[in-house]
C-alpha cells in the first residue's frame, strides 16, 4: 500500500483554532503505510490493529466524515480481520502528525478515487471530523498535509506549494531538536482551548500572536527568508509569553539562549510539551551544534 509522509506545521500551531493562517510541510524523512500482520505477530502491530477496529468504530458512528465520499467501511473491516495495521517509523506524541498520517493512509485507501473530486478545502473539514478521534479537536491540516504529500499555505484559501525547486533554499534554515520525551497532545490542546475562551487571553493573543502568525505565513510563501528571520524571533519570544505550559523546564534554557545570542529561534512543532521543537537559523549547522546537546535532524521542504 502507498507510502504515507508524516508532517511538520511550520507556522500556525494552536494559532489556527483563532483563526490564525498556517503554513505546514510533509516530512519525508518520516513515514508509514498500511500493512498486514505476519506471524509471529508482535504487540505494536497489535496495538495498532486495534486503534484502526477503534478507528472504524467512531467512524461508522460518525456517517458523514464516510457516507458522502462512499468510503469502503465493508472492505475495511475484513482487512482488518486480517492482520491489518499502520506500520509507521513517524514517532508518536512527538509534532510529526503520527495520527494525521494514519487517516491520510486509511482514506486513501478506501475512498482515494472518490475523494479526487473534493477540494482542499472539503478535505480539511473532512479529515479533521476523522483525526478528532485521536485528540478530541483537529484543524485537518496534519492529515491534509499527509494526504496531499505537498507543502500547503492555508490563509483565505489553500494552496498546494511546488516542492521541485520554490521552497529548495529554505532547507538550509530548519531544523528539529529531540527534547527526549513525548508531548501529551490531547490534553494540551484541551488546556489551550480553556485558555481561549478567557476574553482578555483571546483578545491579547490574537492581536499579538495571530497577527505576527499570518504576516510570517505571507513572508514564507513569497520566500521572504530575511524578513521571515525577524518574525521568527518575536514568534520565539511570544511562545514563551503564550504556550509556557507547553515548553518542558529543560529546554527553557536553549529557548532563551537563542533569542539572547540572535543566533537562532526556537518554537513549537506541533502541541509541545515534549517531542521536537523547530529551530530557525542562519547558521551552518556544525556552528548551531555548539548550542545542542545532541544531533539535530535538518528539515527538507524539497527532495
Given at each position: ?178 527534547s527526549g520525551s513525548p508531548s501529551g497532545t490531547g490534553d494540551l490542546v484541551a488546556l489551550f ?32 527568508d530575511g524578513v521571515l528571520s525577524q518574525h521568527m524571533k518575536r514568534i520565539s519570544l511570544l511562545?514563551?509569553?503564550y504556550f509556557r505550559e507547553m515548553i518542558p523546564g529543560s529546554i527553557v534554557p536553549l529557548w ?48
Amino acid at each position: 500500500m502507498e507510502k504515507i509522509y508524516g508532517k511538520i506545521l511550520l507556522l500556525g500551531e494552536y494559532a489556527v483554532l483563532a483563526g490564525s493562517y498556517a503554513f505546514s510541510i510533509p516530512h519525508y524523512g518520516f513515514s508509514g503505510r498500511l500493512e498486514f500482520m505476519q506471524k509471529p505477530f508482535d504487540q505494536k502491530q497489535q496495538r495498532s490493529n486495534q486503534t484502526l477496529q477503534n478507528f472504524r468504530t467512531y467512524l461508522e458512528e460518525q456517517s458523514s466524515l464516510w457516507e458522502w465520499i462512499h468510503f469502503d467501511m465493508e472492505r475495511f473491516g475484513e482487512d482488518l480481520t486480517q492482520g491489518l495495521y499502520f506500520d509507521s517509523v513517524i514517532p508518536v506524541h512527538y509534532g510529526l502528525g503520527s495520527s494525521g498520517a494514519l487517516v491520510a493512509a486509511i482514506y486513501r485507501e478506501y475512498a482515494g478515487d472518490h475523494l479526487k473530486a473534493a477540494s482542499l478545502t472539503e478535505l480539511k473539514h473532512l479529515f479533521a471530523g476523522a483525526e478528532a478521534f485521536f485528540h478530541g479537536r483537529s484543524s485537518g491540516i496534519d492529515p491534509l498535509t499527509s494526504y496531499v504529500g505537498k507543502p500547503l499555505i492555508f490563509t483565505d484559501q489553500i494552496d498546494q506549494v511546488p516542492t521541485k525547486n520554490d521552497l529548495q533554499q529554505l532547507n538550509q534554515s530548519w531544523f528539529l531538536f529531540d527534547s527526549g520525551s513525548p508531548s501529551g497532545t490531547g490534553d494540551l490542546v484541551a488546556l489551550f482551548v480553556e485558555k481561549l475562551s478567557n476574553k482578555k487571553f483571546s483578545s491579547g493573543f490574537t492581536r499579538e500572536y495571530v497577527n505576527l502568525i499570518d504576516q510570517a505565513v505571507v513572508h514564507m510563501r513569497n520566500e521572504n527568508d530575511g524578513v521571515l528571520s525577524q518574525h521568527m524571533k518575536r514568534i520565539s519570544l511570544l511562545q514563551l509569553k503564550y504556550f509556557r505550559e507547553m515548553i518542558p523546564g529543560s529546554i527553557v534554557p536553549l529557548w532563551k539562549q537563542g533569542l539572547k545570542s540572535g543566533d537562532y529561534s526556537m518554537k513549537l512543532c506541533g502541541s509541545g510539551g515534549g517531542g521536537y521543537f523547530l529551530i530557525h537559523t542562519k547558521l551552518p549547522e556544525e556552528n548551531l551544534l555548539e548550542y545542542f546537546p545532541g544531533p539535530l535532524t535538518r528539515v527538507l521542504f524539497a527532495i
